[in-house]
């Protein structure tokens, strides 16, 4: 066997197994992503409903409440 054999040639302790890791979602993030969800939609429904003019006008109120969403989380 040489320096440069073929990863077949070795033996088989040599060859690690491979793990799979699963990762599990937790509540937190559900609701985390509910929330988005919901904040979306009611931009979207605004939007839809009064025009562009209403983009403006959620902007005003979701982005300080998304802002402190945002603190929060990071604190947490």
Do not use: S
């Not at 559900?30 to 025009?51: E, K, N, P, R, S």
């Amino acid at each position: 066997m040489t320096a440069y054999a073929d990863i077949t040639d070795l033996p088989n302790h040599v060859i690690p197994p491979v793990e799979t890791q699963v990762r599990k979602t937790t509540t937190a993030e559900i609701l985390l992503l509910v929330c988005a969800v919901v904040l979306l939609a009611a931009v979207a429904l605004g939007v839809w409903t009064f025009g562009l003019v209403a983009l403006g006008l959620t902007a005003v109120f979701f982005v300080p409440v998304v802002m402190i969403m945002l603190v929060l989380i990071t604190i947490g």
